[in-house]
């Protein structure tokens, strides 16, 4: 069983800090980060993913996966003149150990997962020529076969339509179905409505709330600055 667990959780960078974070997560669970531009949500997820160090607290990770964490990084983060099916691939570098170059399940692996997401077509082409939504989709792609027991992910619907957005939205379910524990970052608010649990950051600092909490009219005003109402169909927020 993954568990991740924050303790007293403080980090930044450049003279900005996040508040003191508390977290106990368990795989098989899905959770969105929101907050306005320049909140700290890609500083956290640096942090979980031991990119940056902590400001001070500890984050911990128990698990018996071979691949402790993947990490999306935010989109225009990657340029490669790879081919999709290569780069992709190559998120299973983690499994290879000392083996040299790629074995044909890396590659059945990679070629499984953009099928996963309906862009298998884009496997021989070079990574640098795709679109930047079609690059997004090949890196979640690439941490999709990485099998990691944490899966942080940055903004992994930007830039995407809607098919596409619903595609990674699946996939993101399907990891925490198979034991994974997923954080994803986002300015969706409808993905955030679906997660099982919101880390909301804000000017009072980090809080883990329950999505309809997270999601209220006054907590979104608070983050944001604009008035929401809610769908009457769905109960999902939309700006007014």
Same mark, same amino acid.
């Given at each position: 069983?993954?568990?991740?667990?924050?303790?007293?959780?403080?980090?930044?960078?450049?003279g900005f800090r996040l508040g003191v974070l508390?977290?106990?997560?368990?795989?098989?669970?899905?959770?969105?980060?929101?907050?306005?531009?320049?909140?700290?949500?890609?500083?956290?997820?640096?942090?979980?993913?031991?990119?940056?160090?902590?400001?001070?607290?500890?984050?911990?990770?128990?698990?018996?996966?071979?691949?402790?964490?993947?990490?999306?990084?935010?989109?225009?983060?990657?340029?490669?003149?790879?081919?999709?099916?290569?780069?992709?691939?190559?998120?299973?570098?983690?499994?290879?150990?000392?083996?040299?170059?790629?074995a044909l399940a890396d590659l059945e692996a990679?070629?499984?997962?953009?099928?996963?997401?309906?862009?298998?077509?884009?496997?021989?082409?070079?990574?640098?020529?795709?679109?930047?939504?079609?690059?997004?989709?090949?890196?979640?792609?690439?941490?999709?076969?990485?099998?990691?027991?944490?899966? $942080?992910?940055?903004?992994?619907? +930007?830039? *995407?339509? =809607?098919?596409? %957005?619903?595609?990674?939205? #699946?996939?993101? @379910?399907?990891?925490?179905?198979?034991?994974?524990?997923?954080?994803?970052?986002?300015?969706?608010?409808?993905?955030?409505?679906?997660?099982?649990?919101?880390?909301? $950051?804000?000017?009072?600092?980090? +809080?883990? *709330?329950? =999505?309809?909490? %997270?999601?209220?009219?006054? #907590?979104?005003? @608070?983050?944001?600055?604009?008035?929401?109402?809610?769908?009457?169909?769905?109960?999902?927020?939309?700006?007014?």
């Amino acid at each position: 069983m993954t568990r991740l667990d924050l303790d007293q959780l403080s980090v930044g960078r450049d003279g900005f800090r996040l508040g003191v974070l508390d977290l106990q997560a368990r795989g098989g669970e899905v959770i969105a980060v929101i907050g306005p531009n320049g909140a700290g949500k890609t500083t956290l997820l640096k942090t979980l993913a031991r990119l940056i160090p902590p400001l001070s607290g500890s984050a911990a990770i128990e698990t018996n996966a071979l691949c402790p964490v993947a990490y999306l990084p935010p989109p225009g983060a990657v340029a490669a003149g790879f081919s999709a099916l290569h780069l992709t691939a190559l998120g299973r570098a983690a499994r290879r150990g000392w083996s040299p170059g790629l074995a044909l399940a890396d590659l059945e692996a990679a070629r499984a997962a953009l099928t996963r997401l309906d862009v298998s077509d884009l496997a021989d082409r070079p990574f640098d020529h795709l679109s930047s939504g079609q690059q997004q989709l090949v890196l979640v792609a690439r941490l999709m076969v990485q099998e990691a027991a944490v899966c $942080l992910l940055d903004e992994p619907l +930007a830039m *995407l339509d =809607p098919a596409h %957005a619903t595609a990674i939205e #699946r996939a993101v @379910r399907d990891l925490a179905d198979a034991g994974r524990l997923v954080i994803a970052s986002t300015h969706g608010l409808a993905f955030a409505a679906r997660a099982d649990r919101v880390i909301a $950051l804000g000017p009072d600092g980090p +809080a883990v *709330l329950p =999505p309809g909490e %997270a999601l209220s009219p006054a #907590r979104i005003a @608070r983050l944001f600055g604009v008035e929401v109402s809610v769908c009457p169909c769905c109960g999902q927020p939309a700006i007014t």
